[in-house]
């Protein structure tokens, strides 16, 4: 396929609505009606959008049950209004952000001086973490030129935190089983090293890096070591209770100073939050900003953004608490059965061979396809799933989503006939074709095709 093929796939799939929406690129001259409003609301969700609904999308909508979505609505409605930045207008959000953290703390294992922060998701959670590893090292260590040893496998939000912060990555090498090699992390390690990173699990194949050994090296190199459990952390303590086999990741371990856990995946609370977890109160206070000189009054905030919606601070409070550790238990339950179950009907289906080890990842490539035309071919069938590259592959993140037979059923029944028809000449519709272009085109030009996707994606015109 051609890059300018290409480009307009991809602008079909980002911009379906171009033209068969009324454009508005400036306000309207009145107000319109509400009910209007509300209309093209509906019409976007009913046109396009409503696939995550019946299980064909990996990850994006941990839970997603009607009545859990009228519930955490509700929450939200009531705190609309609010905004944590003034703790004194509304000292409830207060009580529920440290309450947030109480009960994710009390959850992973973090001891009486275990301390941390909401944000709004995975990426602002480990970009907090880093800033706070590198102010803390410069002021206790002097370090002006940090490191981060982190495995390939990392969220990419460590690059992010790395660019923005002026940190320098490290990636490792993995090693057995698609998970960190202990021995290329303890090499990576040198005097400038911040902190460590491990995930439990990684989201590219779900795979638990071996978190006591690394943070055990860290710990014996006197650096910070981050459990990245955006992914697992909700789900792994569950996984634990249920007698599953899981190894251990979270603050208990004497080595792990920080961890990343999203309340807004398997917690289940709408989009937008997170924790970021320390094992003592000095790293936290790293990440912390505050301004006591500024015309503006006395400033002072926990984390990146200045206003934050107390409405999702309620709504994540509230499912915490809707929830309760039995629904916790028994909602991962439904979860991990469900990973099982599809991960089974991968591994069975003829030509395709599975990635890694994985409680609630269904990662996999293709024998002698092209695993991108396997994706195109899924896409077509409706299923969104996730590329993934060096090595080629692709993922579902097992959710409440697929825990029904008849979703995996389908999904394993329509891999097969994916795999089958691969390699017959398949017109691409999807965006998996990305991945086969990008592996061919130099770095440069692959970063000034996202970007001119980004500018199309964003610009109304
Ligand atoms: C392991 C892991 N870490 C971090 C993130 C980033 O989370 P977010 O997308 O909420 O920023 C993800 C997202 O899928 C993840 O799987």
Same mark, same amino acid.
């Given at each position: ?11 079909? *799939? ?57 519930? @955490? ?34 959850? #992973? ?23 706070? =590893?590198?102010?803390?090292? *410069? ?29 320098? /990555? ?16 303890? !090499? ?62 979270? +603050? ?10 999203? @309340?807004?995946?398997? $917690? =289940? ?45 309620? /709504? ?11 629904? =916790?238990?028994? #909602? ?52 969104? #799933?996730? $590329?993934? !590259? ?6 579902? /993140? ?16 329509? +891999? ?20 086969? #272009? /990008? ?23």
């Amino acid at each position: 396929m051609e890059l300018d093929e290409l480009l307009t796939v991809v602008q079909k *799939r980002f911009r379906p609505y171009d033209g068969k929406l009324p454009a508005h690129t400036a306000l309207p001259d009145h107000g319109m009606a509400e009910a209007e409003v509300l209309d093209l609301l509906k019409r976007v969700e009913g046109a396009e959008e409503r696939s995550w609904k019946g299980g064909f999308v990996s990850g994006a909508v941990y839970h997603g049950e009607r009545e859990h979505i009228r519930f @955490t609505s509700r929450a939200y409605a009531v705190a609309s209004q609010t905004n944590p930045l003034h703790p004194d207008i509304w000292p409830s959000l207060t009580m529920m952000e440290s309450e947030i953290v109480a009960m994710t703390s009390h959850m #992973l294992n973090g001891g009486e001086r275990a301390r941390g922060s909401v944000t709004s998701g995975g990426t602002e959670s480990i970009l907090m973490a880093m800033k706070a =590893y590198r102010d803390w090292a *410069r002021a206790k260590r002097g370090i002006v030129e940090p490191e981060v040893v982190l495995p390939v496998t990392a969220h990419v939000a460590f690059d992010k935190a790395c660019h923005y912060f002026g940190i320098r /990555a490290r990636p490792v090498p993995l090693g057995e089983h698609l998970a960190a090699d202990v021995e290329a992390v303890k !090499q990576a390690i040198t005097p400038n090293t911040i902190a460590v990173v491990g995930s439990a699990p990684c989201f590219p194949y779900g795979v638990v890096d071996p978190i006591r050994e690394m943070s055990e090296v860290a710990k014996d190199r006197k650096v910070g070591f981050h459990t990245d459990a955006c992914l697992g952390g909700f789900i792994l303590p569950w996984a634990k209770k249920l007698g599953r086999r899981v190894p251990d990741f979270d +603050l208990a371990l004497p080595g792990v100073t920080s961890i990343s856990v999203d @309340t807004h995946k398997y $917690g =289940y609370a709408p989009k937008g939050t997170s924790v970021v977890l320390y094992s003592d109160p000095e790293i936290l206070h790293h990440q912390y900003y505050v301004a006591k000189r500024w015309p503006g009054g006395i400033y002072f905030s926990p984390t990146m953004a200045g206003s934050r919606p107390g409405g999702l601070v309620a /709504a994540a409070w509230a499912t915490l608490l809707a929830i309760g550790q039995d629904g =916790y238990l028994a #909602l991962a339950k439904r979860v991990l059965d469900a990973a099982d179950e599809v991960r089974k009907g991968v591994a069975g289906v003829p030509g395709v061979r599975t990635m890694g080890e994985s409680a609630i990842v269904a990662a996999f490539t293709t024998e002698d396809r092209d695993i991108y035309q396997v994706m195109e071919l899924m896409s077509q069938r409706g299923w969104f #799933l996730n $590329g993934l !590259q060096n090595p080629p592959g692709v993922h579902l /993140a097992v959710t409440l989503r697929h825990a029904r037979r008849a979703v995996v059923r389908r999904f394993v029944s329509d +891999l097969r006939w994916a795999v089958e028809t691969a390699g017959i000449a398949v017109t691409a519709s999807g965006l998996a074709p990305i991945y086969g #272009l /990008a592996g061919t085109m130099p770095d440069e030009a692959v970063s000034e095709f996202l970007e001119t996707i980004i500018e199309w994606m964003y610009h109304a015109s």
